[in-house]
């Protein structure tokens, strides 16, 4: 079971209170991560990245056992920790103001 | 008892205010969609308890929320804005070509007759419908190709920010983007024209009279008239008596014609208002004097109305979704400040008073009326 942490404004658009818990298939990737949550919170389609090109939006990060895989690719592996649910996969919405 | 519900969208949620037909104590309701940009919402002629609306913001982009139970509950419905085709390139502030690239979606116009029909005004502008009740939008791409690699972003960014629908000719929409100018559909949507003959822009264009590129600001109809169109240019105070072909000026002895919203008083066609500010470079009212002004002449004479507004130390902008009316016998008048009041008044403007101070700043303001 993997754990997504959302930052506040998408957990209020998507009517979850906490982290989500979410369950995918083979191959587990970043980008697999993103599809199962789109496909069971579809109000969040187009508020992570892009519609068309699924380009992550430019203020979103994404962050995981303490590391940032902003950059990595949608075919990014996940690590054992977050795949086994031990350490959440956090999408975080950029530092950006005062 | 005759109500009223007043729309309104700020910097930081939207807020609903609610009043009967005396408008002197409201009931307000929010932040709805806390934290969020709430650039409009609008309600269903055919069906007011049907709201749409327009949330945004820089991290997390659009979505659309519609209520079906008159703002009480919301869900997200669709927030997919596909531009038709290849989107081409438009002007850049630096005069080279800019990809085009959907921003935001600034007004929501729903259809006069169908509540699952709406239309919805985006940056960079384009103009998409739908209906299903917005949960799929499609684009109108025939406004784009009214020269619309000569449109450029004014200040505000490239917003088709005006959208107004012809109850006497459903064929027929006008819409008003900053910096491209008015344009019009006599075909339901398919074919475009540019109508802005008349319009001057020294200022801020090489060809002063060009066909597009002005900076329209608001524009406004009486249902009763559809012939007629009142303009708030970047400056300006414009009028045509031909459905856009050709306009006039009509700005008179307004302090200053610049400004964003026009309105149109519902019972009287030819009374409408203005709220000037001081310049594109100083964007609050002249002298710190908070003045809507009227016109009962269709333009160019104008009246300063004051009774109950701030007259000294003022210094906020109104926005140019800002202004509404409501259609109450004695014709109520409302706009929302940068500052975050909301001021109304129940006597089509002769007097003035805040029905709330401290919102956010207040980027757009709806008036729904019911029997």
Partial sequence: MIRVALPQHLRTLAQVSKEVELQIEEPMTLGSVLDALEIQYPMLRGTIRDHITKQRRPFIRFFACGEDWSLESPDFPLTDAVITGREPFRIVGAMAGG | ?371
């Fill in chain 2, 1 to 371: 008892m005759n109500r009223v519900r007043l729309l309104v969208g700020t910097h930081k949620g939207a807020f609903i205010l609610t009043s009967d037909e005396k408008r002197e104590e409201w009931d307000i309701s929010g932040p709805h969609f806390a934290g969020w940009e709430i650039y409009h919402m609008n309600g269903s002629p055919a069906d007011p308890n049907r709201i749409y609306a327009s949330q945004s913001n820089g991290w997390f982009g659009q979505v659309i929320q519609r209520s079906d139970d008159s703002g009480k509950t919301w869900q997200p419905v669709g927030n997919k804005f596909a531009y038709d085709g290849v989107p081409g390139t438009h002007l850049w502030y630096d005069g080279t070509q800019h990809p085009w690239e959907f921003k935001r979606v600034w007004q929501l116009q729903p259809s006069l007759t169908d509540p699952d029909t709406v239309y919805a005004g985006v940056e960079d502008a384009a103009l998409f419908r739908s209906t299903d009740g917005g949960q799929t939008w499609n684009e109108l791409p025939g406004l784009r190709a009214a020269k619309g690699n000569l449109w450029q972003p004014g200040a505000g960014g490239m917003c088709l920010h005006t959208i107004i629908l012809d109850s006497s000719n459903p064929q027929r929409i006008f819409v008003a983007i900053s910096a491209a100018g008015a344009f019009r559909t006599d075909d339901g949507g398919k074919t475009w024209r540019p109508i802005n003959k008349g319009l001057n822009s020294g200022s801020e264009l090489p060809d002063a009279t060009a066909e597009v590129g002005h900076c329209v600001h608001n524009i406004a109809m009486h249902p009763s008239r559809p012939n007629v169109l009142f303009m708030q240019k970047h400056w300006d105070v414009m009028r045509s008596d031909d459905t856009g072909n050709s306009w006039s000026e009509v700005s008179g002895n307004l302090p200053s014609d610049f400004g964003f919203p026009i309105a149109v008083h519902t019972h009287e066609p030819n009374t409408i208002y203005v709220v000037p500010i001081k310049s594109d470079a100083e964007h609050y009212p002249p002298e710190g004097k908070l003045r809507v002004y009227r016109s009962r002449t269709g333009g160019n004479e104008w009246e300063a109305l004051t009774k109950g507004l701030p007259q000294g130390d003022c210094y906020v902008n109104i926005l140019r979704s800002a202004l509404a009316v409501d259609s109450l016998d004695s014709c109520g008048i409302y706009f929302g400040t940068t500052g975050g009041q909301v001021y109304a008044s129940a006597d089509s403007g002769d007097s003035w008073k805040p029905i709330v101070r401290d919102l956010p700043a207040v980027l757009s303001v709806e008036v729904q009326t019911f029997s």
